[in-house]
């Protein structure tokens, strides 16, 4: 059983930074890609950042030079660095893993339950 829970959501003005941090436990042998995605309401789930095992990234243009992934392998955790938060980036921020877990050839994707960012003034 592989579970990813988030956190690091919150309230903040616009301009603000916030960092969220979303960790996967369970019986992991290893993980792939991770990625956080968003959701606005009335609108789709949508991709916001990527990373790849080898640590490529890659953004929504929406979010360019604003936000940062990372990763602690160590720690099998994805971050991310959300500086200068805009009013559209309200959202429910998912994070998402691809994982192979113990024992298992196949690679799994997993979503976390959600935690919502809201930029408001």
């Known amino acids: 059983q592989v579970q990813l829970v988030e956190s690091g959501g919150g309230l903040v003005q616009p301009g603000g930074s916030l960092r969220l941090s979303c960790a996967a436990s369970?019986?992991?042998?290893?993980?792939?890609?991770m990625g956080w995605y968003r959701q606005a309401p009335g609108k789709q789930r949508e991709l916001v950042a990527r990373?790849?095992?080898?640590?490529?990234?890659n953004y929504a243009d929406s979010v360019k030079g604003r936000f940062a992934i990372s990763r602690d392998n160590a720690k099998n955790t994805v971050y991310l660095q959300m500086n200068r938060l805009k009013l559209g980036d309200t959202a429910v921020y998912y994070c998402?893993?691809?994982?192979?877990?113990?024992?298992?050839?196949?690679?799994?994707?997993?979503w976390g339950q959600g935690t919502q960012v809201t930029v408001s003034s």
């Open positions: 998402n893993a691809f994982i192979s877990g113990v024992g298992s050839r196949s690679v799994v994707g997993y």
């Open positions: 990373i790849t095992s080898g640590d490529s990234t």
């Open positions: 369970g019986s992991i042998f290893s993980i792939n890609a």
